[in-house]
């Protein structure tokens, strides 16, 4: 393994950091929610657009995507280091560079399994930056942890299909520019679990999609992802051409999509913990308490010498996932995957707790990053499955590797 930083990566990244210190930090105070704004407060301020303009000129443009022309041909381990930088302002930067979920995963989506016509209607503006998208998977009455829970319906009527269901946390929907939902249902019920859901594309606009509230996050908007809905579908028809992908499908369809969005997650976590890190030692060095600096207090110390332990430990595993990406695929290193998913938010939480903590009640107030950093901490525990099922996971596969080694062993031993 080689985790060395090319010319490439390197330039770019140079690029990006000045980019981000520049004129994504001193913007962040125009982004700040307002809960008196009515449903704008799901909207960007105008800012928004400058920065997507300079950031486009600038080369860094859909650096996420691998695998279209569009895209920065970047390996994930080249990406690493540069969507950690953007982890630094996770509200904006992702958003300025048009590589901010669901779009993100949604652009895989279309370029992967999408037709001619798909890419054409949808992925090109995606590209772009024209329009934004949102993912409508998760329901509000189902454990949708367990995709087999969804009770969704997608039904072939002959020419088109007719969706009913409600689902929230559906990234992407309350934003105005937003144009497309991609929709997860059951269209085979009599099949088994992994071949009974389909993905079909939902313009915004259809008769039959109602947008019944945003979500908010411990009080947070998070307006970056285009804000999180709860939508009701009422015999929603499409065309049968906007299914995506093959019938049936939907699961894999998803997991494909899921795959490179938690290594994502992941690399801008390590960003906002070096952020977090990055505050909590100015305000040892600036603070007093008790006769000397919070730095020279053993305490804090501990908290900074275990918060860059489990800082860097991260990033070495996250690399490392990025890696096997890279050079056996997704499916096999799906093991890392759900182990990284599982190990960034409980050690970038711990190191924004911290940071929180040295800042006081301070640390709890929008006066500093660090309340709206812990928030998307902690909602990581959810988004892209619970950690619960990811370790449920691990341990059938570890488990399963354990017996195979007996199994190895024994045989190896008889005459």
Request: net charge neutral; hydrophobic share 40%; glycine share 8%.
């Amino acid at each position: 393994m080689d985790f060395a930083v090319d010319a490439t990566t390197r330039e770019l990244y140079e690029r990006a950091a000045q980019f981000i210190e520049e004129f994504v930090i001193p913007a962040e105070k125009y982004f700040h929610d307002n809960p008196t704004a009515g449903d704008l407060r799901w909207e960007r301020p105008a800012i928004m657009a400058d920065l997507k303009r300079q950031a486009k000129a600038l080369g860094l443009w859909n650096l996420f995507l691998p695998h279209h022309p569009a895209g920065a041909n970047l390996t994930n381990l080249q990406y690493a280091p540069i969507a950690e930088l953007t982890g630094r302002s996770p509200e904006i930067a992702p958003e300025a560079f048009n590589c901010s979920p669901p779009d993100t995963g949604n652009m895989e989506l279309l370029s992967l399994f999408g037709t001619e016509d798909q890419q054409q209607q949808w992925l090109a503006p995606l590209l772009e930056g024209e329009i934004r998208s949102a993912y409508c998977m998760t329901e509000p009455h189902t454990s949708s942890s367990d995709p087999a829970n969804l009770a969704t319906m997608i039904i072939d009527e002959g020419d088109h299909w007719r969706v009913n269901g409600r689902k929230w946390w559906s990234t992407g929907a309350m934003s105005k520019d937003c144009k497309l939902m991609i929709v997860m249902g059951v269209s085979d019920p009599e099949q088994d679990p992994r071949n009974r859901h389909s993905l079909v594309l939902v313009p915004r606009d259809t008769p039959g999609v109602t947008i019944e509230r945003g979500l908010e996050i411990f009080g947070f908007t998070h307006g970056a992802h285009g804000g999180h809905a709860e939508v009701r579908f009422d015999d929603v028809r499409v065309p049968k051409q906007n299914l995506l992908g093959e019938r049936g499908r939907g699961q894999a369809l998803a997991q494909a999509r899921l795959g490179p969005g938690r290594i994502h997650h992941c690399m801008r976590m390590i960003g906002m913990a070096e952020r977090a890190i990055e505050l909590m030692c100015l305000r040892a060095d600036e603070r007093h308490a008790f006769g000397k600096r919070l730095a020279d207090q053993g305490v804090i110390q501990h908290w900074i010498a275990e918060s860059r332990v489990k800082i860097d430990q991260l990033r070495l595993f996250v690399l490392r996932a990025a890696w096997l990406i890279d050079t056996v695929g997704a499916q096999q290193a799906r093991t890392e995957i759900s182990s990284i998913k599982v190990a960034a938010p409980d050690a970038v939480g711990w190191v924004i707790d911290k940071a929180i903590q040295v800042h006081g009640a301070g640390g709890m107030t929008r006066d500093y990053p660090l309340a709206m950093l812990w928030t998307q901490a902690r909602t990581m525990r959810f988004i892209d499955g619970a950690d619960e099922v990811h370790r449920m996971v691990l341990a059938s596969r570890e488990l399963r590797r354990q017996s195979a080694m007996r199994d190895r062993a024994a045989a190896a031993a008889r005459p």
